[in-house]
């Protein structure tokens, strides 16, 4: 195990109790301030470390790389430094933040110019993302659809336990964590209507997800396996795939979904590394019939990650309405990029490949309005008394998730989003 991970590792940078950013996380982002201009940190409890003055004043000399890749608006050329550089580059932070340590601890002025307080600094998307890719890989958010829209005895289509169904989706409307976007307009049709109508959907909803982010890039015509597959993975981030029910119903056959989901989706701002995610590792699914040869795989490779939904109405305080977890996920990451690949796409830096929306067995654990209200049909009541089929303009979203093991809590911060009436 990494020796950054040792959950005995204990920091002089105050991390209060039940952070999801203790020193065994150590995830990165983009921030600015005031007077500091885009560029890369390190959250640390409540705090950022500023890795272009932590390089400036010498601390990463002994790791060989251009430290210019800290002060960038995104993090895709450190990314692309490769697993051996950041990963010397996160456990050297370790190093430099853990209690025993005085060569940053014990200098006061660089301790105030390498730390920023979170509350004044701006996130930031942290990558450039080229292509985004969602899949479709929770076996009970599939069945639950299959359901729904099918047949209940028959829930999944041939193909779902044989590939990890998936659709390319539109990278410029990907935004980060804390902001709002507008109720999208476009076309649906009543079920005892002869015509479409136009106007705003009335089946706004969430999908409660998570991303990977692509660390190394790939030529055309190149395969990925899943031996390899964690070699091109960065780290993680929480994602909400919002979508608009009642136009993807009337636009999805044959091509799939357009813009029923191309009109936002939110990642939250810290990407938390593989490093850190792997003493949360566990077993997957059982995958029968047995999956072709390429998408074979050995190990741990579901992650334990507890997911939370919330849903708060303007000015009211907010109602927790799904618990989910990653591990319930089919189809692991490495499987997904091994089958994205095994046709010769390439990967590039900084692309996103999403779970899918990531429900568990069990009510409580769904993770789309469309399956906690069963289509509607069983409101979700909120803690000022009101009740939800789908998401009303002026709520906001919030997903939060975390590994916890041996005391030890890593987390991804939130990924929220409130939504604003439609545009005239």
């Known amino acids: 195990m990494i020796k950054a991970n040792d959950p005995k590792l204990r920091s002089w940078v105050n991390v209060p109790e039940g952070s999801d950013f203790p020193i065994q996380n150590l995830p990165f982002g983009i921030f600015s301030t005031s007077n500091r201009s885009e560029r890369v940190g390190i959250a640390i409890g409540e705090q950022i470390l500023d890795l272009v003055a932590v390089a400036e004043f010498g601390y990463f000399d002994a790791i060989r790389f251009d430290k210019k890749v800290f002060n960038q608006p995104t993090l895709n050329n450190f990314i692309a430094l490769g697993k051996e550089i950041t990963t010397s580059v996160r456990n050297r932070v370790s190093e430099l933040l853990e209690e025993k340590t005085k060569a940053l601890q014990g200098q006061a002025g660089a301790r105030e110019k390498c730390l920023v307080k979170m509350k004044d600094a701006q996130l930031h998307l942290p990558v450039h993302i080229g292509d985004y890719t969602d899949f479709y890989s929770s076996i009970d958010h599939a069945t639950n659809m299959g359901k729904m829209f099918r047949d209940p005895e028959n829930a999944l289509l041939p193909n779902w336990k044989h590939i990890p169904v998936g659709y390319h989706g539109r990278a410029s409307s990907i935004v980060v964590s804390g902001g709002s976007f507008f109720r999208p307009k476009g076309q649906t049709k009543a079920p005892d209507a002869n015509v479409p109508s136009f106007g705003p959907t009335k089946s706004l909803d969430f999908e409660l997800e998570t991303a990977f982010i692509i660390g190394k890039s790939t030529q055309m015509g190149d395969s990925i396996s899943t031996e390899k597959a964690d070699d091109f993975i960065f780290g993680m981030v929480l994602f909400n795939d919002w979508s608009a029910r009642d ?43 047995t999956v072709l040869p390429y998408l074979e795989y050995s190990g741990e490779k579901n992650i334990a990650i507890h997911l939370e939904v919330s849903i708060c109405p303007e000015k009211k305080s907010e109602t927790i309405v799904s618990r989910s977890d990653y591990k319930y996920m089919y189809w692991t990451m490495e499987q997904q990029l091994a089958h994205h690949t095994v046709n010769g796409c390439n990967m590039n830096v900084g692309d996103m490949l999403a779970s899918g929306t990531i429900s568990g ?14 289509r509607g049909t069983k409101p979700v009541k909120m803690s000022d008394g009101s009740e939800r089929k789908f998401i009303n303009d002026n709520d906001s979203v919030i997903i939060r998730g975390w590994a916890e093991k041996d005391g030890v809590r890593v987390g991804f911060g ?8 439609a545009k005239e």
Do not use: H
């Open 247 to 289: 136009i993807q119903a009337w636009e999805y056959v044959p091509l799939g979904p357009f813009l029923a989901k191309n009109f936002c989706s939110v990642i939250s701002a810290w990407i938390v590394t593989l490093d850190a995610l792997e003493p949360f590792r566990v077993p997957g699914y059982k995958q029968e019939p």
């Open 361 to 374: 067995p069990e009510e409580g654990s769904y993770g789309s309005m469309m399956e906690i209200t069963w």
């Open 414 to 421: 939130e990924c929220s989003s409130k939504v604003l009436a």
